[in-house]
């Protein structure tokens, strides 16, 4: 069985500029979740689609947006990027059956690795 | 608000010498406890999920356990590929929250 996949694995950019990441779930993985990696803040929670659907949202601004595909795939959009967005942003997805904790059984992406300049 | 701390930041250990890390929690609403295991330069690799205090789970070397306010990660006889990052994670009704981690190191 194929593994999330992230694309792409690293990303240099300059203040001001937008990005646009993307992520393949694991086939039949329901839920996809965005996170954000620093050295500083650790793992964040940045949101959650399922069925193309945000369900839940971390405590980012609104330069940070997603959206999911009807084949589950996803992408993530930050807008004006400032010199803090420099991180490894991960992807993981779930199956997540009805009622259940969307980190049940989560799997990670090996992440895309963003360098503002 | 949620919070997770994990303790101790960084763990050397011999080979064969077992020790555990902790994880204490505040969380509205738990829905559920995650462990996650990750080597430099990878994303996490999930481990455990507990749902409720009393539940045990194993997986060869390790063990985890949780009560109402912590959760404990068991490694017994570690070997140095259990040298890694180990995170601890909640999911409440607002959100889901990692710890900072615990950086394993096992010296052969």
């Known amino acids: 069985k194929a593994g999330v996949t992230q694309t792409p694995r690293y990303l240099i950019k300059t203040r001001g500029q937008q990005v646009t990441l993307s992520c393949s779930p694991i086939?039949?993985?329901?839920?996809v979740s965005w996170y954000q990696q620093t050295p500083g803040q650790g793992l964040q929670f940045l949101f959650e689609?399922?069925?193309?659907?945000?369900?839940n949202k971390g405590n980012f601004p609104g330069r940070f947006s997603g959206r999911q595909f009807s084949n589950s795939r996803s992408e993530m959009n930050v807008s004006t990027l400032e010199l803090g967005d420099s991180a490894l942003y991960l992807c993981a997805s779930s199956f997540l059956p009805h009622g259940g904790a969307r980190g049940d059984t989560q799997y990670f992406g090996p992440g895309t690795r963003l360098t503002v300049l | 608000e949620d919070q997770v701390t994990q303790s101790p930041e960084a763990l050397r250990l011999q080979e064969g010498e077992s020790s555990s890390l902790n994880c204490s929690y505040t969380v509205s609403g738990l829905r559920g406890l995650f462990w996650y295991r990750q080597d430099p330069g990878k994303g996490p690799e999930f481990l455990f999920t507990?749902?409720?205090a009393g539940e045990e789970k194993e997986k060869e070397r390790l063990k985890a356990t949780l009560t109402k306010k912590e959760s404990f990660l068991h490694i017994t006889a570690p070997k140095p590929e259990d040298s890694a990052t180990y995170l601890c994670?909640?999911?409440?009704?607002?959100?889901?929250?990692f710890g900072a981690g615990t950086r394993l190191t096992v010296k052969p």
């Open positions: 086939s039949g993985h329901r839920s």
């Open positions: 689609y399922f069925s193309e659907t945000q369900r």
């Open positions: 507990l749902y409720s």
């Open positions: 994670a909640v999911e409440g009704d607002n959100d889901m929250r």
